[in-house]
């Protein structure tokens, strides 16, 4: 699985977009990109993913390039309990064969009052 | 979404005894868990893959013979710290593969006096 990168940590305001890069310049094209985050002494948890097009949920918003080198998780109104460690994963999907998270450093958010 | 749980949530427990931690998929099956192990200040490391009705497969580095993962049934994956060690120290989590996705559970703290 293609290598990710991210910056260790960000701050954002509380009510405010929280946009987090991250570069996957290998990316191969069956390789979907995915996003999990970790509340401190929790399980991480699914936020997002996408292949080429950018998706939107309750959460948050992915956004990928179209070369597909990097992407973008956004958060649209930051509140404290986002306060997390952001991962950006890229993996291919094989369906319930399995397919092991390869988690890297992750981007620290604190979102701040 | 789909529930995975851990029991228990965290253990304390003497040096040279052995301890174990279980993996539930709650509403859904999973022919596929995973076990991660996270020392402070850092990410989740994979240790091992379950598989229902079959032996783990054990990353590189992890004694099998120390760890032992036990995967019965397709919604209850156990792992057992045989002769557990202070260093053995850290918070274990677990994840199930359900529908394309990666479910984990909510972590096992594990302190080794």
């Known amino acids: 699985d293609a290598k990710t990168t991210q910056p260790p940590s960000m701050d954002c305001a509380e009510g405010r977009a929280a946009n987090l890069p991250c570069n996957h310049s290998t990316i191969s094209g069956n390789e979907y990109v995915y996003w999990y985050r970790q509340i401190h002494s929790q399980g991480p948890q699914y936020i997002i993913h996408?292949?080429?097009n950018n998706e939107t949920n309750e959460m948050a918003s992915l956004i990928i390039t179209e070369d597909r080198k990097s992407s973008t998780l956004i958060l649209p109104h930051a509140t404290l309990r986002d306060t997390a460690v952001y991962y950006c994963?890229?993996?291919?999907?094989?369906?319930?064969?399995?397919?092991?998270?390869?988690f890297g450093g992750g981007t620290r958010l604190m979102v701040k009052p | 979404g789909a529930v995975v749980s851990q029991h228990p949530s965290w253990v304390i427990c003497k040096s040279g005894t052995s301890v174990k931690i279980e993996c539930r998929s709650l509403d859904f099956q999973a022919t596929t868990m995973f076990w991660y192990r996270q020392f402070p200040k850092q990410s989740l490391m994979l240790m091992a893959t379950s598989n229902e009705g079959s032996k783990a497969t054990y990353e590189q580095g992890v004694e099998k013979d120390k760890f032992l993962i036990n995967h019965a049934s397709l919604t209850l994956s156990t792992l057992t710290v045989t002769s557990a060690h202070p260093e053995d120290s850290s918070f274990y989590i677990c994840s199930a593969q359900g529908n394309n996705e990666q479910f984990f559970g909510p972590g096992t703290r594990l302190t080794v006096l």
């Open positions: 994963i890229v993996r291919v999907a094989r369906g319930n064969a399995g397919n092991m998270l390869t």
């Open positions: 996408g292949l080429k």
